[in-house]
Each structure stands twice: as C-alpha cells, then as structure tokens.
C-alpha cells in the first residue's frame, strides 16, 4: 500500500481537531436546569479560602455568601447578583487565618502572625464590632476557633488558647507548654477540647 495522500492527510487533521474542538465546548457547557445558577463571577474578590451561606430573611434582606480570600479580602456578596453588600481589604501582612461564622451572626476573622488579631465584624454592614490583639511566642500557623455562647475560643499558633467575651475582652490566656501542636477547638458546655495533627484529643483543665 502506497503513502497516504497529502489530501487525506490533511483530511485527518482537520477531523482530529474538530474533535478537539468539540470536547472543549463540550467540557465548558452546561446543562439547561443549571441555567441561571452560575450567571456571576466577582473578579476583585480573589480565591474564596473559607464561605459560607446566610439568609436574610430575618431582616426583609437578600440571601449572602460570606467568603474571605487568599487575596486577604473578607466580603459579604448578594447571592443573586454576585454584587458586594460590603468588603473589607486587609494589609498584605495581615495575612488571614480564619473566616468563620460568629455564634451572634457577627463575621469573625483571625489574621496576622505575630500579634494575631482577632476580630469580629457585623454581619449586614461590615463594620468592625472589635478587634482584639493575642501575642504568641511563635509566629501564628495552626489556627482554630469555637465559640461558647457569644465568647469565642481560638486557639493560635498551636499552642495559645484565648477566651474572648462578647465585647472583645480577654477573659483568659493559656500557652500550652507540651510540644503539641492543636490545630481544632471544641467546647461542650464550658470544657475546651483540644485535637491535634494526630487526632488525639486532650481536655486541658484552662478553664474558670
């Protein structure tokens, strides 16, 4: 059998990248029923790192998603328009750590390294409830945080535990002076349970 024909060859090539073509429509379409779920994009938020979901029934306003950014943003956006409803743009060295529900619908956020603030900010309007500084030995990495009514208890750096009330007050610090680093916080009544990287759990008695 003799060469192909360059006819053919050519033939071949367009067939191959047609085909190519088709896969990357393909893999870029969407369904009809998702059709209106996805019509926004906001561009100056940056990559969401944390988010979560808050109706705003309660108050006659629109549903938001919470989202904070490896860009250090933390922003409130509509649901439905992908519009900001507020945004806050930290220091490039104030680095987040944490975004996370408040127990009282505030937004609390933990950035910066050494100290590491920890604030609270209004969920419907973004205004800062308070903002409270925790010095640490080390630069902070493992971050967590729980909450015990409307207190707040985070762990930072691995191995610091604060207390913080509702207004923004320390109400006690403990460096846990063990080697171990915790990287997860939970409460059941007023008893604090530390997890670390191993998944084994502690209950130290740092408690009032």
């Known amino acids: 059998m003799g060469r192909p024909s360059r006819l053919r060859l050519g033939s071949l090539l ?16 969407i369904h009809a ?4 779920v996805g019509d926004w994009i906001e561009k100056l938020t940056g990559t969401p790192r944390w988010s979560y979901f808050t109706t705003g029934a ?30 806050q743009v930290l220091e490039p060295q104030d680095e987040l750590h ?11 956020v933990v950035s910066g390294r050494h100290p590491t603030h920890v604030r609270l ?25 729980t909450f015990i009514g409307n207190d707040v208890v985070t762990v930072v750096g691995g191995d610091t535990v604060v207390r913080i009330d509702g207004d923004g007050e ?3 610090k403990a460096r846990l002076e063990n080697g171990v680093s ?6 059941i009544g007023d008893v604090v349970y ?7 759990i502690t209950s130290p008695q740092i408690l009032e």
């Not at 029923?33 to 209106?36: E, F, I, K, Y």
């Not at 549903?63 to 409803?85: F, H, K, P, Q, W």
């Not at 944490?98 to 609390?108: I, P």
């Not at 308070?130 to 010095?135: E, F, K």
């Open 121 to 145: 900010f209004n969920e419907r309007n973004g205004a800062l409830e308070w903002d409270t500084l925790i010095t640490t030995a080390l630069p902070s990495s493992a971050v967590e945080a």
């Open 58 to 87: 309660q108050h006659g306003e629109t549903n938001r998603i919470i989202v904070g950014t490896e860009a250090n943003v933390v922003a409130s956006l509509d649901a439905a328009t992908g519009t900001y409803v507020w945004r």
């Open 33 to 36: 029923d998702q059709a209106g």
């Open 170 to 172: 320390v109400t006690w």
């Open 14 to 29: 367009l067939a191959l990248v047609t085909c190519l073509q088709l896969v990357g429509v393909t893999r870029g379409a």
């Open 194 to 200: 530390l997890m670390d990287q191993s998944e084994r």
């Open 182 to 187: 915790y990287s997860q916080v939970h409460a």
């Open 98 to 108: 944490l975004v996370k529900r408040g127990a009282a619908g505030g937004v609390l």
